[in-house]
C-alpha cells in the first residue's frame, strides 16, 4: 500500500520566481493538506483540498494556491518566492468520511530560495 | 489565537527509562489531539492520538493523557530504546465532520536516548 509522496525531494529557488510542488495522497484517501515546517519549527497549516476545493486555509498570503486534481492528487504554487519561504514543505493525506480524519505525511519537498 | 506550546524542547535519558512529553493547548473546542515522531530527513509519522471523549490511551510502550479542565495532554514512552531518538510533535485540532481537520503544532521535544 502506497504511503504520501511527494516530489521534488530538493528544490533551489530564486526570489521572485515562481515554484510547484506535487503530492499523491495514500491509497484510498481523499482529503490532502499542505503544510510549511521551518527548520526546527513545527509544521504550520497552509490549507487543505477536498473535492478539488480549498475548504480551510491557515494564515499564508495568496501568494501560496494550490489545486486538488480528480484523482485526489495535489499541487502548490508559490509565487514571487521570498527567503522566508526556505522551509519543508509537507503533504498530508486523510479520508473525509472516517473520523477523526488522521493525516498521514509524505516525506516532504526541501525548498531553498536563493 | 489557537495556539499549542510544547515541553521540554529538548529531553535527554538513558535507555530503559522513561519519557514524558507535555502540551498544552488555547482552543477549549479541540477536540482531537496526535502525536507525531519526526526522524531525521523524513515527515512526520503519527505514532498515537487521542479524541477528546477519551482520558488516557496505551498502545504498548507508548501512552498519551489528556486533562480537558486542563486544556493540556502528554505522552508518555516507557522502557525507551534507542530507536525511539528523535523529535516528537503533539498537535491539536478542532475535529468537524466532513474531514475538517487542521492541525495545530507544537514546537517540538527533541528526545535523546543513551545506550
Known amino acids: 500500500d502506497a504511503g504520501v509522496t511527494q516530489s521534488p525531494t530538493h528544490l533551489i529557488k530564486t526570489r521572485g520566481q515562481q515554484v510547484t510542488l506535487r503530492c499523491s495522497p495514500k491509497?484510498?484517501?481523499?482529503?490532502v493538506s499542505w503544510y510549511q515546517q521551518a527548520l526546527g519549527q513545527g509544521p504550520q497549516f497552509i490549507f487543505q483540498y477536498y473535492e478539488e476545493e480549498e475548504r480551510q486555509r491557515g494564515n499564508f498570503p495568496d501568494r501560496f494556491s494550490g489545486h486538488q486534481f480528480p484523482n485526489y492528487s495535489s499541487e502548490l504554487n508559490v509565487n514571487a518566492l521570498l527567503l522566508g519561504d526556505s522551509a519543508l514543505y509537507l503533504c498530508a493525506s486523510s479520508l473525509a468520511k472516517r473520523p477523526p480524519y488522521e493525516q498521514y505525511f509524505g516525506p516532504g519537498t526541501r525548498l531553498t530560495v536563493t | 489565537g489557537e495556539n499549542v506550546e510544547q515541553h521540554p524542547s529538548t529531553l535527554s535519558v538513558q535507555e530503559g527509562d522513561s519519557a514524558v512529553i507535555k502540551c498544552t493547548y488555547s482552543d477549549s473546542a479541540s477536540n482531537y489531539f496526535p502525536w507525531y515522531k519526526q526522524e531525521l530527513g523524513k515527515g512526520p509519522q503519527l505514532i498515537i492520538d487521542?479524541?477528546?471523549?477519551?482520558g488516557e490511551k496505551k498502545d504498548q510502550r507508548i501512552a498519551v493523557t489528556l486533562n480537558k479542565t486542563a486544556k493540556h495532554f502528554s505522552l508518555h514512552i516507557t522502557e525507551t530504546q534507542p530507536e525511539d531518538s528523535a523529535v516528537y510533535f503533539c498537535?491539536?485540532?478542532?475535529?468537524?465532520?466532513?474531514?475538517?481537520?487542521?492541525?495545530?503544532f507544537g514546537a517540538g521535544t527533541r528526545l535523546a536516548v543513551h545506550p
Open positions: 487521542i479524541r477528546s471523549n477519551v
Open positions: 498537535a491539536a485540532s478542532r475535529m468537524f465532520s466532513g474531514g475538517y481537520n487542521k492541525l495545530i
Open positions: 491509497s484510498g484517501h481523499d482529503t
